[in-house]
């Protein structure tokens, strides 16, 4: 008699896998979608708990806006009339003693240590070392989070430093110090929101990817309005670095010790047993079950229809243990012709979107009314970019969406090249500006998905991080192209959002492609993909 191996045509449930048949073999994308479910109460949990580090890192970036201000300045009575003009804009021409600072002498770094005209660049020299510490800091935890330390434990890393550094940098006892310090917290912070980042959207389904990821700059721009609040209600410089910075030391306490590391980097690193782990929790909280008998496998490794009965034994022993670690880092990336170019092209696009970004938002007339105010408003006005930005996402796809945002960016930063800054026009030339940021905060987080996308897990951090540390350059030129002053600046903002669209077209779409464990699974794939087209 002939043994029946369904399990559909015995009455049995469907899940149920006979020990007959060889392990059915899945890749991660393909176990979420089967059996653990794309986006559920697990994931759901996960994604909001991690993407909390986003708004730690808005705390420690932005939080220079309020520690560097220049505050307000009368002239003295005794002086009035003798030189001292209340109505001027500036206290350069004035002769010292003539005016003084209006309020307590910590309430920033510019009162307390006198960081104004010959010395005013000071101030701008610490927001751009700020910046080259991030962009540092990018491609070292990058490569750790791509290798032995995890996503997990590069995220545990880089928030203890920001507690230590932001806590140290209230004791500065004078600026140099005082820029060391935001150097060394530039260097933890660049790794925050890139760890954050790719933990809370690996283990997403493809369908859900896109959005999620879109959605972690929410929690950006929410930071940035958080902080406004805790700038209000602290405000000397040096309470306020102490009162951004606890927050990094409360988030390691209470958060950091309820979110899991990413199966994917499990997987990558050999350690399949910790993988398989979290999917099965993963099914178990979505309402789920992973049956027995299906295991995860690297999309580089033989699928399970390739496999032969005789092979089954063999495979299931493999996949009882651990197998060795599959490593890569930004040298395996410039090997492959495929990611190799892809470097590239996310580099210069990473660039061109920071410059006009960072640029714009320094550019900007500035509203005169309360700055804590003005922060606020600047963050709420990036939300509905996001927004719009993840609507379209999945249905435009991220090529077509990259380089309609980036164009239309530099639209109307051309436009505002155009337009003369005197009377009504100064109006005008305002909306073009906020137009542009509209446009290229949409582009700065839609970057985000679409580099990680397009790079495998083995060395998805490493490019992630590559591409970021050359956003930070971007913020470093920023201020530099600000300073020129005139229409000099949109026509530069939409050169760099033109060339940057050029730019994307040569990328490949990633919308419904898989999200490759291994370069040799991402070769295979692309070449698959290309021999059913022809």
């Known amino acids: 008699m002939q043994t029946t191996l369904s399990s559909e045509s015995d009455g049995r449930d469907p899940e149920f896998r006979s020990p007959l048949l060889p392990p059915e073999k899945l890749c991660i994308d393909e176990m979420l979608q089967k059996y653990c479910g794309e986006f559920g109460r697990w994931q759901l949990k996960h994604f909001v708990l991690t993407s909390l580090a986003w708004a730690l890192e808005a705390f420690h970036t932005m939080v220079m806006i309020f520690a560097d201000r220049e505050p307000k300045w009368r002239c003295l009575d005794s002086a009035v009339g003798l030189g001292c003009d209340p109505a001027a804009k500036s206290v350069c021409r004035f002769e010292p003693g003539s005016w003084e600072w209006v309020g307590e002498t910590a309430s920033s770094t510019v009162y307390e240590w006198g960081l104004v005209c010959g010395d005013k660049f000071k101030v701008g020299l610490v927001q751009a070392v700020f910046f080259g510490g991030c962009m540092i800091g990018a491609g070292i935890f990058g490569h750790l989070s791509d290798s032995f330390l995890g996503r997990k434990g590069s995220l545990t890393v880089v928030c203890i430093l920001n507690t230590i550094f932001g806590i140290l940098t209230s004791l500065s006892p004078n600026y140099w110090s005082y820029f060391i310090l935001r150097l060394l917290t530039g260097c933890s912070t660049g790794g925050v929101g890139l760890c954050a980042f790719v933990l809370a959207t690996e283990p997403v389904g493809p369908a859900m990817r896109g959005a999620a990821g879109m959605s972690t700059f929410y929690f950006f ?19 306020l670095y102490i ?67 005789s092979s089954s034994s063999s495979e299931t022993s493999c996949h009882d243990k651990d197998s060795k670690p599959v490593t890569g880092t930004l040298v395996d990336v410039i090997r492959s012709p495929i990611t190799r170019t892809r470097l590239v092209l996310a580099v ?31 963050a709420v006005a990036e939300m509905p970019a996001y927004m719009i930005t993840a609507m379209l996402l999945d249905r435009l796809g991220r090529k077509p969406l990259t380089i309609g945002t980036l164009w239309f960016s530099a639209l109307f930063c051309f436009i505002g090249s155009l337009i003369r800054n005197v009377g009504v026009w100064k109006g005008v030339r305002m909306v073009c500006g906020i137009l542009g940021i509209f446009g290229m905060a949409g582009t700065y987080n839609l970057l985000f998905i679409y580099t990680a996308e397009l790079f495998p897990t083995v060395v998805r951090n490493a490019a992630l991080g590559c591409a970021t540390q050359a956003a930070q350059m971007g913020a470093i030129l920023a201020p530099v192209i600000v300073v020129l002053g005139g229409w000099w600046p949109f026509i530069v903002f939409a050169l760099c959002g033109f060339v940057g669209g050029l730019f994307a077209f040569y990328l490949p779409e990633t919308l419904n492609q898989p999200l490759y464990d291994t370069l040799t699974g991402m070769e295979a794939g692309q070449c698959e993909n290309s021999s059913t087209t022809v």
Not at 261 to 280: C, H, N, Q, T
């Open 221 to 239: 721009s929410t930071g940035i309005a958080l902080l406004s609040g805790i700038a209000y209600i602290f405000p000397t410089w040096r309470s």
């Open 243 to 309: 009162a951004s910075s606890i927050p990094s030391l409360l988030f390691i306490l209470t958060i950091l010790p309820f979110i899991s590391e990413s199966p994917r980097w499990y997987l990558v690193r050999g350690r399949i047993k910790e993988a398989m782990k979290i999917m099965s929790t993963i099914a178990t909280s979505n309402g789920n079950h992973l049956p027995q008998g299906v295991l995860l496998t690297l999309d580089e490794e033989p699928s399970t229809s390739s496999l032969s009965p």
């Open 348 to 378: 210069v696009i990473n660039f061109l979107c920071s410059v006009v970004y960072y640029g714009l938002s320094l550019n900007v007339v500035n509203l005169e009314t309360n700055l804590h105010l003005n922060v606020i408003l600047n």
